[in-house]
């Protein structure tokens, strides 16, 4: 009976310890207003300049989005993370055009793409980064990582792994980059 | 010379030349797994860093202290080519605490890192650490702390060891021979 009784008063503490930490967790959250997959710059520093060819054989420069909240996403057809990632990409495009989506391909050649994008249809702006040097500029070592750039071209959020593009915590962010574009 | 002893002669001798010739196919093995400086040098190692700046407070990775640790070591060897030694200084050393938090986790240099899916990188931070030691003993000399300065390449031969160990290159045996050289003369 004592060791019934020492079971449950465990179980409940635990608990109790559990929820306290979630509802911390979450205070925090909110507080920062920044969700902790964002990772934010101590200085946000110009995004490193870039031409890329997309897969209709035009020259996309990074600069000409100056003025624009830019939303870099680095990705590989063989990565699954990306492919898990790419419908929720894919809401944001479809949620606001506010936002320009650039998803940068790494290493693969545009015919790889193509039938990729046969099976998995996008409206997104594919760039094709054949030899990875995009990547290098950005420090890119794992797929997917996103890039979140301001109007001035700055780099303010890093995200790598899955996203929910359309979760309202992302939303918050992107909603307070467009503000300080309009400012 | 009887004929025994013609024999026993004639078998030291073709067994002394067969020793010979496996140590020189040995030694021809290990030449050819040494890294060639022009496959691994400090330029090809500084361009593929090259880009997006990381501060150490947002270096989240053992990756990102890395690229840290190349570009403060570049901005350092401009400052010491051009003789403004106390930037300089500075940036090895802050480029040699970006490597030490690398070298916690990751203490082994690598020619072919697997960064991703067909993607590699030169990944040298013990190298990178010796040399910053060897220049930062480099300056200490030119201010005339001859004391100081033989610990600094002390410390710089201790890294290039490790990195020889982990994958001998050219640019490292150079390194350590400098060093030698430069410990022997003070």
Not at chain 1, 162 to 167: F, P
């Given at each position: 009976m004592k060791k019934i009784k020492q079971i449950i008063l465990t179980s409940i503490i635990l608990w109790t310890m559990l929820l306290i930490n979630t509802w911390a967790n979450n205070a925090w959250a909110q507080k920062s207003n920044v969700p902790n997959f964002f990772q934010s710059y101590t200085n946000p520093k110009l995004a490193p300049d870039f031409t890329l060819h997309d897969l209709e054989g035009n020259l996309v420069n990074?600069?000409?989005?100056?003025g624009k909240v830019v939303l870099l996403n680095f990705w590989a057809t063989w990565c699954p993370h990306c492919r898990q990632e790419a419908p929720l990409l894919e809401k944001l495009y479809n949620r606001t055009k506010d936002i320009t989506i650039l998803r940068i391909n790494a290493k693969e050649s545009k015919e790889t793409i193509l039938k990729f994008l046969e099976k998995n249809p996008s409206k997104i702006t594919v760039l094709l980064d054949e030899k990875n040097k995009v990547g290098n500029l950005f420090g890119v070592w794992v797929h997917p990582t996103s890039f979140l750039i301001d109007s001035e071209g700055k780099i303010r959020y890093r995200a790598m792994g899955?996203?929910?593009?359309?979760?309202p915590q992302v939303g918050t962010v992107i909603e307070k980059l467009l503000e300080e574009a309009k400012k | 010379m009887n004929a025994r002893s013609y024999w026993i002669l004639t078998i030291i001798i073709v067994s002394l030349f067969s020793a010979s010739c496996a140590t020189n196919l040995e030694q021809r093995k290990e030449l050819s797994s040494i890294f060639p400086l022009k496959k691994v040098n400090l330029e090809l190692i500084i361009e593929q860093q090259r880009g997006l700046e990381i501060e150490w407070e947002d270096a989240k990775d053992v990756r990102d202290f890395y690229r840290g640790g190349v570009q403060h070591k570049a901005k350092a060897e401009e400052k010491f080519r051009t003789n403004v030694y106390s930037e300089a200084w500075k940036f090895y050393q802050s480029s040699n605490e970006f490597f030490s938090m690398v070298l916690n986790y990751l203490d082994q240099d690598a020619a072919e890192y697997f960064l991703f899916e067909g993607h590699q990188i030169l990944f040298f931070p013990n190298l990178l650490t010796a040399d910053n030691y060897l220049k930062m003993g480099k300056i200490l000399k030119s201010k005339g702390c001859h004391w100081s300065a033989r610990r600094q390449w002390r410390q710089a031969l201790s890294y290039i060891k490790q990195s020889l160990k982990s994958e001998p290159t050219e640019w490292g045996l150079l390194l350590e021979q400098e060093i030698t050289a430069l410990l022997k003369s003070e």
């Open positions: 990074i600069r000409d989005y100056r899955v996203i929910d593009w359309d979760s | -």
